[in-house]
């Protein structure tokens, strides 16, 4: 069994800030913990806009705190999302994450982030193996 606290995380290695500033996530469980699946605490701050792309990721979101609207850049869709709102990136989806107010999320990663990823120019995570 692993148990850990977010005061074991705030300050570490796996306490992630974007270059931009935007957003903030501290990685819960990372692939190095081998269960096959990632964990992360995001927060993304107020008017800001968020261009992501999991091109090698699945990814669910489970939205906490918060509220503002979420495009599907590959349909143009718009939803409003907010405190309990779930979404799902099935399909490697391009997305916009666009808080009016400090959004705190809940993310899993399948397969797992190693913990050494940062977004390229196209919002994308590598795909990194967890060393045998
Ligand atoms: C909202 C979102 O996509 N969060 C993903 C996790 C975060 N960008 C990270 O841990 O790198």
Not at 92 to 108: A, D, G, K, S
């Amino acid at each position: 069994m692993i148990v850990r606290s977010t005061q074991d995380i705030t300050g570490t290695e796996r306490d992630i800030q974007s270059e931009d500033g935007n957003w903030r996530s501290k990685r819960i469980v990372l692939g190095g913990d081998r269960v096959g699946f990632s964990f992360h605490e995001t927060t993304i701050q107020a008017g800001t806009v968020n261009n992501f792309h999991y091109a090698n990721h699945i990814e669910a979101v489970w939205l906490i705190e918060g509220e503002g609207t979420l495009t599907d850049r590959e349909t143009g869709e718009k939803y409003e999302i907010g405190p309990g709102s779930m979404y799902l990136l099935n399909g490697n989806e391009r997305h916009t994450v666009e808080p009016r107010t400090q959004m705190r999320m809940m993310c899993v990663f399948n397969p797992p982030v190693v913990g050494s990823e940062v977004h390229d120019e196209n919002g994308v995570y590598p795909l990194v193996e967890v060393p045998a």
